[in-house]
């Protein structure tokens, strides 16, 4: 949609920080849905995306600024983990945002994910907003929901307000000690080179307006030319998984170009390149997010940014974290598979492998990462290899015999006090080797040490 003359696709932005931060509340409540209630543990385990249009953005914040002007369709926002074992998952969402709103709980300060997502902003040279959350916890604090960050200080007490700047000052000082110059962003006279905070409580929604209209206002201003539309594809694979009456389906965030149901598409698969065709277009309803089951809209075609559920055969080898290429009619298809393998080629070829050793599938590049890491190069030091074939795998696994075969799909990697915790699905065979607790009422299994596994 070309608005005051420019051709503009909507704004990416990654929430990050640390866990338990606010960051899928913040989203909650700008949303009015209830997803963090419903995640096992309250620990967000994958990456989200939920879609805002502009003239809901719009009505979010017209008691702050009446009939704000947007030069953009509206707000892609990908939801990420703040829990450590998640890296690969904050370092895939920071590479595809193009504005990031780093929340950090006003009663905690700087966190240690907090720093590696800062680290993270700073080497993809990405601007971001801080979202100082959780004001509503100050001691104290009078609600006003929903209210411009603003009006509801002007609402407090001398107290709140000396504990708020306390605690606001001690966070603008780790910010120094980061590098880092940050303030208020009602009092930010330096935009840019000065950081600015907006103070939130994702339960009553104080300065969630302040917080909209900075980044579909300040984002467009700031970055024209990355946010200028082009033709040409650019489209990264978020999370595989499997709804059912669709089977084995991907989720990706569309930045540039354009999808047809019927496609011919090529993504990046554990056993090599993937050629498919596209069945079925899926989104969730705008304000709704990608990663929660529900009813999909279905598209004959897509243009702009867009979080997308896609439908096709053969995805269940597809890897998270690549990107996925379209392939046109004049197009070497040859070229295209093997550009889809660039990415995984490059994070096994990092891997020293050896005859004998442990086979390792994972559903998500990330998880393919984080495993190969954890069996190659701390502690346990298990030695991978890929030469397996499909026989001995069998035998392996029948066998519970080193090597074995450890066919798993990391739900997570946790790192608890004592060993590495892998949660798994239970695909034949696993149960049989090591010692594996059962977790009732879940249908996946958390297999403790590895080592134990093969020895
Ligand atoms: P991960 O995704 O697991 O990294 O956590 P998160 O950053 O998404 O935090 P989440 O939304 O899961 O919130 C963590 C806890 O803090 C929940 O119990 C929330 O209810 C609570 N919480 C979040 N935001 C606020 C807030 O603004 N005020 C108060 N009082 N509690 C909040
Ligand atoms: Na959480
Ligand atoms: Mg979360």
Not at 190 to 217: F, K, R, W
Not at 270 to 278: H, N
Not at 379 to 404: G, H, Q, T, W, Y
Request: proline content about 4%; overall charge neutral; some cysteine.
């Amino acid at each position: 949609p070309v608005q005051n003359g420019l051709n503009l696709r909507s704004p990416i932005c990654c929430i990050m920080g640390h866990v338990d931060a606010g960051k899928t509340k913040l989203l909650d409540c700008i949303r009015g849905t209830r997803v963090q209630e419903g995640e096992a543990g309250g620990i967000t385990q994958q990456i989200g995306a939920t879609y805002f249009p502009a003239e809901n953005i719009r009505e979010r914040t017209k008691e702050l600024k009446a009939n704000a002007k947007l030069n953009v369709p509206g707000l892609l926002v990908i939801d990420t983990p703040g829990h450590k074992s998640f890296t690969n998952l904050r370092s895939r969402g920071s590479s595809l945002c193009d504005i990031a709103v780093l929340v950090v709980d006003i009663m905690h300060g700087l966190e240690p994910q907090t720093i590696e997502s800062l680290n993270f902003l700073k080497k993809g040279n990405t601007n971001f907003v801080i979202a100082l959350n959780k004001v509503d916890r100050l001691y104290g604090w009078k609600t006003c929901r929903n209210a411009p960050i603003g009006k509801a200080i002007g609402q407090q007490s001398k107290d709140v307000m000396m504990e708020f700047n306390t605690r606001l000052t001690q966070i603008i000082t780790q910010f120094k000690e980061q590098g880092l110059n940050t303030e208020l962003y009602y009092k930010n006279k330096e935009m840019g080179d000065t950081y600015n905070i907006v103070p939130t409580s994702a339960i009553s929604g104080e300065g969630i307006p302040d917080l909209l209209l900075l980044l579909v206002q300040w984002a467009p201003k700031t970055m024209i030319k990355r946010l200028t539309c082009s033709e040409k594809l650019q489209c990264t694979v978020l999370e595989v998984k499997v709804v059912e009456g669709h089977g084995t389906t991907i989720d990706v965030v569309l930045v540039n170009g354009m999808l047809h149901e019927g496609d011919r598409i090529v993504v990046c698969g554990m056993q090599g390149p993937v050629v498919t065709s596209i069945r079925a277009l899926l989104t969730p309803h705008p304000m709704r997010e990608l990663r929660v089951k529900g009813t999909y809209l279905h598209h004959k075609e897509i243009k702009v940014v867009q979080g997308i559920k896609i439908a096709a055969q053969g995805l269940q080898h597809a890897i998270a974290g690549t990107s996925l290429y379209v392939v046109g009619p004049n197009d070497d298809i040859e070229y295209i598979k093997e550009s889809a393998m660039d990415d995984v080629n490059s994070v096994i070829s990092r891997i020293d492998k050896s005859d004998e050793g442990v086979y390792v599938q994972a559903s998500t590049l990330g998880s393919l990462e984080a495993l190969l890491e954890f069996l190659n190069t701390r502690a346990v030091d298990v030695p991978v290899s890929d030469n397996l074939e499909e026989e001995r795998k069998r035998e392996a696994v029948e066998e519970a015999v080193f090597p074995c075969v450890l066919k798993i799909i990391p739900k997570y990697v946790f790192n608890t006090k004592d060993p590495i915790v892998l949660g798994v699905d239970v695909v034949e065979g696993i149960a049989k080797i090591g010692t594996p607790i059962c977790v009732p009422g879940q249908k996946f299994v958390e297999i403790g040490r590895i080592s134990s596994i093969i020895n």
